[in-house]
């Protein structure tokens, strides 16, 4: 991104980093500011030279060759905020000018430039280099800088510098190093400098009563830094902090004749540049799970960052991984509720069938709009066809069209839907997932249905089973529809509703509810995924991995508190049954269970993103791939109390996403009273072999250990030297917290029977 600014348009030269959210099902495409509050010093001196300014996220040397091309103009001013450069160029008189960009000091390339008759002229840190800009043709006599690490020596070398008639002409700060350039021959007399953790205004005010003006401003990272100094006599000058840039005030010192001559951006933390580095490379990603991994990193640094959260949600949401979503965007809105982040909330409840939630989204989205947006209202006409509101979406069409009268789409979707004919349309609004798992036999159903017409012969099935209902309610979201409570059978009830109208048969969509009357007597509860045949293939089938499931499932119901009805084992399943078996746990498991994840099969690592391979994955094609950041989603849904995840695939350590920690042992019974959420993977993201040694060691250890409580921790301080010693590749397992998903410190506990 690079904006050239001349001096007559300032009112958009200081611009803020924008987020742009991904264009996905609902078209939308919406542009969010950081609410970041760049902190700046501006000095600004009257009647001079003519000035451009430019912003760019890299440094814009073709620019500023283009302008010295045109306008003969040298680089006067330079400030980094923490992600762009802003350059200052002025009509300076000078005969030549050079820069160099480098992470290390440039102390040879100054020196060469210094044997050349070039001088300091600007010396600034920022995006992790040295910026040093040296003219030619300045009135400098001589010039030295030093860098200086300890606070306390400082004070003494610039004395030093001052007895000897130098004087300080820039300041860089930088990688805990303080960089001072002394300069003769700069037309300076006395001088003073000042370090402040607040902006000096009185300090300067001091100065500018005794005649002094300001040569030098800089910010260490901790401190403001501001050096005054005379001349032969006073420059007209004022100097003005901006707790937040104000466009407005800074367009009025242009026009009141005074013209920037010093520039200066309180400089970051090292955690704020992290955090803004992991912004630019989510923005930058053209892959949505690349996106989430550096939003999350993001958020490891600012938690609390309710414009992060709503990204990261939008990205899950374009995945399809609405679940996942729904976390982000609450906590988003819990922080800040916004019109973008109440419109990401309603796409979300699209993607999870929940219309008439999401509707009741996008009127609070509209509300709370500054400006009128004809995508809120198409995103909104285009949900209210999906329930059959055909009057509703209607009005949100022409609204839409009314504000932007050129935009095709909106009108094609407007005559598509004049066209059709009415129809009932019947959706669900409890439960609206396919499918779930309850923990009683009654259960609320509430279905909604659009129709001009009285419907006739409501009646509820369970499995083909006609249910005896109360009849037809009215609901306020709807002209007609049922909300009452089923009694369901044990195992799976598929649920739908029937009704009639002019003497046509129509059925809602079935919706699986499974009910398990029997509670599980253990509170220890595994679920074991083997996927060793797969259906594409490209993808090469695994000869171990069910073999090795069954193998430790043997051992966990021999020697530790699991019982065979509370261990799961799915051998090939397709991602779809995954998920399923992680909502069911997700209603039957509570605070007071345990629960292990096993996977043994194929995983896979595509720009920094790790992935499981169910057996319905396709080489081509990641819509089947179960990856970390929806796998974690699922597990947050999962209210145990201890939650341990065991994988042996390959690139499997990249689950822990920046997380990992080989961490100490601590007493098992210490552990287990706190709340845990913890992986233990057979390797770090590497290729580990078919023939798993790591599961033969982990069911050897399990199988001869004879504490009574054997924390996951102990376990995998075994179990890590013999892999290491004994794989073909010396592949290393590693042990961490699992992100996001509400570790406390806690850790798994494997109990003897």
């Not at 004809?374 to 839409?400: H, M, P, S």
């Not at 689950?655 to 042992?665: L, P, T």
Request: charged share 25%; net charge negative; hydrophobic share 35%.
């Amino acid at each position: 991104m690079l904006t050239i600014y001349t001096i007559v348009h300032c009112k958009n030269i200081f611009m803020k980093l924008r987020l742009l959210l991904f264009s996905v099902g609902l078209n939308l495409s919406l542009s969010i500011v950081v609410n970041s509050q760049t902190e700046l010093l501006v000095v600004y001196r009257k009647s001079y030279e003519a000035q451009n300014i430019f912003s760019s996220e890299t440094f814009p040397t073709d620019e500023i060759k283009e302008i010295y091309a045109e306008n003969q103009q040298f680089i006067d001013e330079v400030s980094y905020d923490g992600s762009e450069w802003f350059v200052v160029t002025s009509s300076i008189k000078y005969t030549g000018q050079s820069y160099i960009l480098s992470k290390d000091m440039p102390t040879e390339w100054i020196k060469t430039n210094w044997n050349k008759g070039y001088y300091i002229t600007n010396f600034v840190f920022g995006d992790g280099q040295w910026l040093v800009v040296m003219s030619g043709g300045t009135e400098f006599t001589g010039q030295r800088f030093f860098s200086e690490s300890n606070a306390t020596l400082i004070g003494s070398k610039i004395k030093e510098a001052w007895d000897s008639k130098y004087r300080i002409t820039a300041a860089a700060f930088g990688n805990n190093t303080s960089v001072f350039v002394m300069t003769t021959g700069s037309g300076l007399v006395g001088q003073s400098y000042h370090f402040s953790e607040e902006p000096p205004n009185d300090w300067i005010q001091t100065y500018y009563d005794k005649k002094y003006n300001i040569t030098c401003i800089g910010h260490t990272g901790e401190k403001w830094f501001t050096v005054v100094s005379t001349y032969s006599s006073q420059k007209a000058e004022k100097f003005q902090y901006y707790a937040n840039i104000e466009m407005d005030k800074i367009d009025e010192e242009y026009e009141a004749g005074y013209w920037i001559y010093k520039i200066c951006f309180k400089q970051l933390s090292k955690e704020q540049q992290a955090y803004i580095s992991n912004l630019k490379k989510a923005l930058a990603a053209t892959d949505e799970e690349a996106a989430i991994y550096y939003y999350t990193e993001a958020l490891k640094i600012v938690p609390n960052d309710a414009l992060c959260l709503n990204n990261r949600a939008w990205a899950k949401f374009k995945l399809g991984q609405c679940d996942g979503a729904v976390d982000d965007i609450e906590k988003s809105l819990a922080i800040n509720k916004t019109a973008y982040s109440l419109h990401t909330k309603a796409s979300i409840m699209v993607c999870q069938k929940r219309y008439h939630e999401a509707i009741a989204y996008f009127d609070q989205a509209l509300v709370l709009l500054e400006e009128p947006d004809g995508q809120y209202y198409f995103d909104r006409a285009k949900t209210k066809v999906i329930i059959g509101d055909t009057k509703g979406a209607k009005l949100d069409f022409e609204k839409a069209i009314e504000i932007d009268p050129a935009n095709v789409d909106y009108k094609v979707q407007y005559e598509i839907l004049k066209q059709k004919s009415e129809v009932p349309v019947i959706t669900w609004d409890a439960p609206y997932k396919t499918y779930s798992a309850v923990p009683s036999d009654l259960c609320r159903i509430k279905l909604c249905v659009n129709s001009s017409a009285r419907l006739e012969d409501m009646k509820i099935y369970i499995n083909n089973a006609l249910f005896e209902s109360r009849g037809i309610t009215i609901a306020d979201e709807c002209s007609q529809g049922v909300d009452q409570e089923i009694k369901l059978q044990s195992g799976k009830n598929e649920v739908y509703v029937q009704f009639s109208l002019n003497g046509q048969i129509f059925k809602s969509e079935i919706r699986t509810i499974e009910y398990n009357p029997q509670k599980k007597s253990s509170n220890y509860h595994a679920l074991l995924i083997a996927v060793q045949d797969y259906n594409d293939l490209g993808i090469k089938d695994l000869s171990k991995p069910i073999q090795d499931a069954n193998l430790l499932k043997a051992v966990l119901l021999k020697e530790y508190t699991f019982d065979s009805s509370s261990v799961t084992l799915l051998t090939n399943p397709t991602k779809e049954m995954i998920i399923n078996e992680m909502i069911k746990l997700q209603g039957e498991l509570n605070e007071n269970d345990n629960l292990l994840v096993y996977y043994s099969g194929h995983g896979i690592n595509k720009n920094e993103v790790g992935y499981w391979l169910p057996s319905n994955a396709m080489l081509e094609n990641r819509s089947n791939w179960l990856s970390n950041s929806e796998f974690r989603d699922y597990l947050n849904g999962i209210k145990t109390e201890h939650t341990l995840v065991i994988a042996d695939a390959c690139f499997s350590g990249s689950i822990f996403n920046g997380a990992f920690r080989d961490v100490e042992s601590f007493p098992c019974e210490e552990m287990a009273k706190v709340k845990s959420r913890r992986a233990m993977t057979s390797g770090a993201n590497t290729v580990v072999p078919d023939e798993s040694v790591f599961l033969k060691y982990l069911c050897t250890i399990l199988s001869n250990n004879e504490q009574s409580c054997l924390s996951a921790e102990e376990l995998y301080v075994r179990i890590k030297p013999s892999v290491i010693s004994n794989s073909p590749n010396n592949q290393i397992p590693q042990f961490g917290i699992l992100p996001q998903v509400g570790d406390e410190g806690g850790n798994f506990v494997f109990r003897k029977k």
